[in-house]
Each structure stands twice: as structure tokens, then as C-alpha cells.
T-cell receptor
Framework: GNSVTQMQGQVTLSEEEFLFINCTYS??????LFWYVQYPGEGPQLLLK?????NKGSSRGFEATYDKGTTSFHLQKASVQESDSAVYYC???????????FGDGTVLTVKP | AQTIHQWPVAEIKAVGSPLSLGCTIK??????LYWYWQATGGTLQQLFY??????VESVVQLNLSASRPKDDQFILSTEKLLLSHSGFYLC????????????FGHGTKLSVL
């Protein structure tokens, strides 16, 4: 079956530091990959989506590149702000069924 | 604009008591609807999905049931709550069955004591 691995459960940074959240996945074929962000007390919301291998998605200063060779979809941001503090989920979407598999999430805390 | 509303915002219930959580989507005809569950500090787990009125598919068995009585309404319920039912319940909608963007509600926080 499909699986998504986010090794970092928690990341703590200071403002303007570089963010890197690791995500690897296991599946067959060419899935659609997403990053969702969840702020306290809210449901997750889409941050970015990539549908083609070796393509890059970007939104609000965040970037992720879908690499089929390494089966990775890491999330990066050059300079984080306190308002970026949230839980970030790497998500794999099955092409045939539409089922989404969420990673365990990474809690990002950005200190002022 | 589409809106998704979940009720109640929070519930505190006793073990063995019944539960009913609701979700309404406005501004979108025939959406696909989903129930997700998130244990405290855990990831999101899909529980049910529905493509049309009256049809609900179960993804994970947690002694819960779901129904879709109207095109814009999705209900999650159980007759007997367990301690393990505590967590955050999220309703979501999408337009299609291929991997699509999910739009989540704000969720219901359930505490079973």
C-alpha cells in the first residue's frame, strides 16, 4: 500500500531561518503530491500541489519538488516568519481512487 | 463561494453515550464528502467518504457510522462512545475522485470521559 514518511515530528526555528521538512513516499505509478498546513483550531488547508514527477510547486514562499528518483517531496522556505508556525502534512494522492494518505505531520514552531 | 460548516465545535461526552456530528456544505452541488479523524498529536485518518446521497463507503472501522441524508449534509454517529473515540473530527469536500484539493471544515473536538 501507499505510505508517507515525515521523520521530523517537531522543528523549531527563529524568524528568517531556512526551513527544510523531509518527506519520502512509497507508491506505484505517478501519484499527486500535496503539502497541507494546519493552524491551531482549524482544519488543514492546501499549501501546494504537484502532479508531475520532477515538477516544483510553490506557494507563499514555500517550495517543494517532486522527485520520482528519490521518491521525495521535501518542503522548503528560505526565510520563515512567526506566522508560519503550524503543522505541515505531506500527502500522497492515489491517481485511480483519489484516496489521500497523510504523513504524521511536522510541528513547526518559529520563535520571534 | 462555498462554505463548510461543522457542528458542534466541541463536545464532552461520557463513555457509552451516543454521538452525532454534522457537516453542511453550501454553494457546491454534488460534492464528494469525507470524514477524517485526528487523534491528539496524531495524523489524519480517513473514516468515510460519500460520492452521492445515500451512499457512504467506510475506510476504517472505528465503531462509527456515517450517513448522507441530503446532497449537502454528512452525519457521523455512534450509539456507544468509547474512550478511543476522543480526538478531532474533520469533514471535508472535494469536486472529484481523482486526487483533488480537499476543503476541510474547522473540525469538532470530541472528549470522551
Amino acid at each position: 500500500g501507499n505510505s508517507v514518511t515525515q521523520m521530523q515530528g517537531q522543528v523549531t526555528l527563529s524568524e528568517e531561518e531556512f526551513l527544510f521538512i523531509n518527506c519520502t513516499y512509497s507508491t506505484t505509478g505517478y501519484p499527486t503530491l500535496f503539502w497541507y498546513v494546519q493552524y491551531p483550531g482549524e482544519g488543514p488547508q492546501l499549501l501546494l500541489k504537484v502532479t508531475t514527477a520532477n515538477n516544483k510547486g510553490s506557494s507563499r514562499g514555500f517550495e517543494a519538488t517532486y522527485d520520482k528518483g528519490t521518491t521525495s517531496f521535501h518542503l522548503q522556505k528560505a526565510s520563515v516568519q512567526e506566522s508560519d508556525s503550524a503543522v505541515y502534512y505531506c500527502v500522497l494522492g492515489e491517481t485511480n481512487t483519489g484516496k489521500l494518505t497523510f504523513g504524521d505531520g511536522t510541528v513547526l514552531t518559529v520563535k520571534p | 463561494a462555498q462554505t463548510i460548516h461543522q457542528w458542534p465545535v466541541a463536545e464532552i461526552k461520557a463513555v457509552g453515550s451516543p454521538l452525532s456530528l454534522g457537516c453542511t456544505i453550501k454553494g457546491k452541488s454534488s460534492p464528494n464528502l469525507y470524514w477524517y479523524w485526528q487523534a491528539t498529536g496524531g495524523t489524519l485518518q480517513q473514516l468515510f467518504y460519500s460520492i452521492t446521497v445515500g451512499q457512504v463507503e467506510s475506510v476504517v472501522q472505528l465503531n462509527l457510522s456515517a450517513s448522507r441524508p441530503k446532497d449537502d449534509q454528512f452525519i457521523l454517529s455512534t450509539e456507544k462512545l468509547l474512550l478511543s473515540h476522543s480526538g478531532f473530527y474533520l469533514c471535508a469536500w472535494s469536486l472529484g475522485t481523482v486526487p483533488e484539493r480537499l476543503f476541510f471544515g474547522h473540525g469538532t473536538k470530541l472528549s470522551v470521559l
